[in-house]
């Protein structure tokens, strides 16, 4: 297998360990009904085109993953670049959310600029 | 040539690393000792005191008034934290929670989480934070109180805690689990943050479980 340094997924796994892991877990697993998984997460297969802005300007308010109900702010991350942003979602959907082709650049760009 | 001086240092330092690793204290530490100097008769003397645990009167995620004589004859774990810190609580809660999943049922241990944001962590907010957490005050006991009383204890407890705004969330803290003995002293410091520095905290709860 060929290891290439920009591999985007590489990259956005690397952000995702520093800017969402303390949270969400490193295996994309949560906690307890405190912090949502990712991992298999039905709210994030059905939100997946939001989730860069979800990133950005964070979430709040009740939510249901996986029937369970989650209910804390998460702050968004207005420090991160739309490069930044593109790869961690790019690492997220094609690690967890197996039921979607991996985003390609286009798609990636045209999330992003679904949000404000 | 080899330099044989060299190679006799290497073996005797590795042996002495070896029996290092596999003997492991049977005994753990006092952490609460300070000396203080004085002088007497213009001479100075010093004193080696034990540092005094702070006594309290804080609310629990139940509402209930607790002072220090919940963790009378208790191993007991204390740490801060507050409900909206994005940074490093959210791993320290998940490393406590395999901390009380390991003791939940175990009446000689406590776990005591005392909030530094008084104001955002009322004992409703706390409450739901608790059920979230899926845990029972029995073990785990998530304190408040006036934010003066917060920062003496946080200080007595040598884990330092303040105010901060340009600090993520508001507020700045260490991340240290303290272990304390049945009798109020410390015995351990440990990174909260680091799953092995909890395992290996685990180890030192049962070394002082079994000395009671």
Known sequence: MAYRCTDPSKKGKRLYEVHCANCHGEEGQGLAQLYPPLANSDYLEAHATELPCIILNGIEGEILVNGVSYNQQMLGHPELSDAQIANITNYVVRQWVPSRPAPTPKDLKAWADGCN | ?212
């Open chain 2, 1 to 212: 040539m080899l330099n044989w001086k060299l190679v006799i240092w290497v073996w005797i330092v590795g042996t002495i690393g070896l029996i290092g690793c596999q003997t492991e204290p049977k005994e753990l530490p006092y952490l609460d000792i300070k000396t203080e100097s004085r002088s007497e008769g213009g001479k100075t003397v010093y004193d080696t005191l034990v540092r005094e645990m702070p006594i309290f009167a804080l609310h629990n995620q139940e509402g209930e008034l607790v002072d220090e004589t919940i963790v009378e004859g208790k191993v007991h774990v204390v740490d801060m934290f507050f409900i909206n810190c994005p940074t490093i609580c959210p791993i320290m809660k998940a490393n406590m929670l395999n901390v009380y999943a390991k003791y939940k049922d175990n009446p000689n241990v406590l776990i005591l989480s005392h909030s530094i944001d008084p104001e955002r962590d009322t004992i409703a907010a706390l409450k739901d934070y608790a059920d979230r957490l899926g845990i029972s005050s029995e073990r785990w006991q998530l304190l408040t109180g006036p934010m003066k009383d917060i920062f003496k204890i946080a200080e007595a407890y040598m884990v330092p805690a303040e105010q901060d705004s340009r600090a993520p969330g508001g507020f700045l803290h260490s991340g240290a689990f303290l272990l304390l003995d049945q009798n109020r002293r410390i015995r351990g410091i440990y990174d909260g943050t680091e799953e092995g520095e909890v395992e290996k905290m685990m180890r030192d709860m049962e070394l002082l479980l079994n000395a009671a």
